[in-house]
């Protein structure tokens, strides 16, 4: 599904290198998970897979299903089945959440050579799929993410990716900012979406998500690298050790 | 005529070649003697020159040639007249002549209808108490030399008395087919006590256009303005609205300027009773890629009653060397207590090219009011331009959704529902014509 060579990023405003060299490989239907110290890279990473500017590329390829990601728009990265549930949803005054979701879901469809979803039916699925989330209709018609709860807004993007559809999801630190309560209903949210053909990548500090979220492998990047790959004990050992044991280990 | 009794100097020769070509119009004796006032009072102002404060940011070279820029009429066959969703009286002028045959019959209960032209012949008639005095009003404390050229030579309007609850908008349409025509219109409301009017205007009218409208809203009357100047790309245009607001009044207004050469929409308001409201609003889209775009909104709003309300809400989108101004005033008399007067103008700049000159004011002489003013000129927020770019909605798309979310403040101001979705869905399909 996602296959990272060599990844290598700087920032294109100063001269400083963030990723050196990043090898992953997330098969379908896995979850990985990435943790690391602050600083080693991990919302980079998230954020070059899915297009954001400010980034430069200087060595390395990503693929999703063997196409090239890195060399198109956000948008088609989106089209092409990626999906970033981000750390800090954004706010956009004057649009409304549910004619945001519409343009979303019918611009994909679109650039994949689909018909528009019926309002109807998009109203249904959207209704069933907010249901699940604990989102009211009155959320769905509010602006974009303005006013939003911490956990609201995070639920929020999970109803984004339940109504997308995406094949490959990159959760980064999806746990910030909510409470127990919170994390476990965005939690189901991501579970109610594992499926054989679809592959989640989730980002984190703490061993707790990964408590509701389970994940298959565990890879911790640290300096830019992904330096060490095991199971879920792996995040065990963080959360009971911290990085420092690792980091002496691979140094 | 008084024309050539004017000392030689350039203004007065400017305007003395600015006057040449006008014709003042046969009128009864209200009338004449508006008109005879009101160029004694051009020939002692002159024409708007670059000099005066509040022509720094506009150019009124244009509006002061004697004989106009040509503009090629627009085609708008890709789209339905706006408002022709919405059941309306229709008044429609052709470069600026009435077209009786294209109008409806302007019978409308509770509403008075009938044109310049005609009521200015009249003897005696309720508009000779309007006509040109609330356009004097407004002179002061600055001066608007182009709204008294148009009560001089205006050929003809709208004369508008409402005594009660109109059933429907008025929509006064100008259609333009003339690429040399220059129109000088001039319209009179007066809202009696409790009546209520919905009026609507839309297109681009003429090559130049200039227009007066003056509105007596009297105690518990309220007045709702909704307008569409016409996407016509070379059309030029000086608009000007002269109210004056009694106590409990309502006044609403809403332009909506795309395209366009120039544009000049000058609003002034007399809050004189108390508990009134006036609210004022614009969107202009503007791209420079097209034909020369330049728009100016210039508003001057006076409390001089208790406990009124007064909001200004003006924004643009500005593209490809696009040019916005703002001009904004709130002057509070003493006395005018509890004035809450709110003022925004906005610019949203989709690139390096395109600039907004802002001016707000305000002038206060009260103790116990509120007032605010805010003017921002941004680009676009990249952040929330990648987030919709990330949830696959394309670059060009996106940014036209957070164009209609810009807008949506000014949008907001329009009243009634069916105009206002009528705005917005042309709004939304000219964006998106734009990008196929």
């Known amino acids: 599904m996602l296959n990272i060579k060599g990844l290598k990023v700087k920032l294109e405003e100063e001269d400083k290198t963030i990723l050196k060299g990043v090898d992953l490989e997330v098969p379908a239907g896995m979850v990985h998970a990435i943790m690391g110290p602050n600083g080693s890279g991990k919302s ?38 990626l999906f970033l549930a981000f750390q800090y949803p954004v706010e956009i005054p004057g649009v409304g959440n549910m004619t945001f979701l519409r343009t979303a879901v019918n611009a994909q469809r679109k650039m994949r050579g689909e018909d528009d979803l019926s309002a109807t039916d998009f109203l249904k699925t959207i209704r069933a799929k907010a249901k699940a989330l604990k989102i009211d209709a009155e959320m769905l018609k509010r602006p974009v ?90 995040a065990l050992e963080v959360e009971n050790n911290g990085y420092s044991d690792i980091l002496a280990e691979v140094a | 005529m008084a024309v050539s009794a004017l000392k030689p100097n350039p203004a007065m020769d400017a305007l003395s070649a600015r006057l040449s070509g006008q014709v003042m119009p046969k009128s009864g004796a209200w009338a004449k003697s508006a008109r005879a006032d009101a160029l004694a009072r051009l020939s002692a102002t002159g024409l708007p020159a670059r000099r005066d404060e509040y022509w720094l940011f506009t150019r009124p070279d244009t509006l002061n040639q004697p004989i106009p820029k040509p503009a090629a009429p627009f085609d708008h066959s890709d789209e ?157 245009a000086a608009t000007h609205i002269f109210a004056r607001l009694g106590r409990e009044s309502i006044f609403k207004s ?72 703002f001009q904004g005033k709130i002057l509070v008399r003493p006395g005018a207590q509890k004035t809450d007067g709110y003022q925004k103008s906005q610019a949203l700049l989709l690139d390096g090219d395109s600039q907004f000159l802002a001016k707000p004011e305000l002038e206060i002489y009260a103790d116990d009011v509120a007032c605010s003013h805010g003017s921002t000129s941004g680009a676009i927020d990249e952040t929330a331009l990648f987030y919709l770019r990330s949830r696959g909605v394309p670059e060009e798309q996106a940014q036209d959704l957070m164009v209609i979310a810009f807008l949506a403040e000014a949008l907001d101001e329009i009243e009634d529902e069916a105009i206002g979705a009528d705005i917005h869905s042309r709004l939304e399909s000219w964006l998106q014509r734009r990008r196929d």
């Open chain 1, 44 to 81: 980079t990473l998230s954020y070059v897979l899915s297009g954001r500017s400010g980034y430069e590329v200087t060595g390395g390829t990503a693929t999703l299903d063997g196409v090239d990601l890195l060399d198109m728009a956000p948008e088609e990265r989106a089209a092409a089945g």
């Open chain 1, 145 to 234: 993410n303005v006013g939003f709860s911490g956990g609201e807004k995070k639920r929020n993007e999970i109803l984004q990716m339940a109504m997308l559809e995406p094949k490959m999801c990159i959760l980064d630190e999806t746990d910030s900012g909510l409470d127990v309560d919170a994390m476990k209903l965005v939690s189901e949210g991501v579970n109610a979406l594992r499926d054989e053909g679809r592959s989640f990548l989730v980002i984190t500090h703490y061993q707790r998500l990964l408590d509701h979220i389970k994940p298959d492998v565990v890879h911790i990047l640290a300096r830019g690298r992904i330096v060490k790959s095991g199971g879920p004990e792996l």
């Open chain 2, 80 to 236: 339905d007249p706006i408002f022709s969703k919405v059941d309306r009286v229709r008044l429609i002028f052709t470069d600026g002549v009435f077209d009786q045959a294209a109008s409806d019959d302007p019978a409308l209960a509770g509403v008075e209808i009938s044109r310049l032209a005609d009521g200015g012949q009249v003897d005696v008639h309720w508009a000779a108490d309007l006509y040109g005095v609330l356009e004097t009003r407004g002179q002061k404390p600055v001066a608007r030399p182009l709204a008294t050229l148009n009560t001089t030579f205006a050929s003809d309007g709208v004369l508008i008395r409402v005594t009660g609850k109109a059933a429907k908008p008025v929509c006064i349409t100008y259609r333009h087919a003339d690429p040399n025509s220059d129109v000088l219109l001039h319209h009179v409301i007066r809202l009696e006590p409790g009546a209520d009017l919905t009026l609507v205007e839309n297109g681009a009218a003429a090559a130049r256009l200039n227009t007066v409208m003056e509105v007596e809203v009297a105690d518990g009357a309220a007045f709702h303005h909704v307008r569409a100047q016409g996407r016509n790309h070379e059309r030029r």
């Open chain 2, 254 to 325: 809403f332009t909506l300027t795309v395209n366009g050469a120039l544009t000049r929409n000058e609003c002034v308001i007399e809050v004189n009773g108390d508990d009134a409201v006036a609210h004022i609003a614009g969107a202009a889209l503007g791209d420079g890629a097209a034909g020369e775009f330049h728009h100016d909104d210039t508003v001057f709003i006076t409390h001089d009653a208790l406990n009124c309300e007064s909001r200004q809400v003006f924004k643009k989108v500005l593209r490809n060397g696009a040019t916005g101004v």
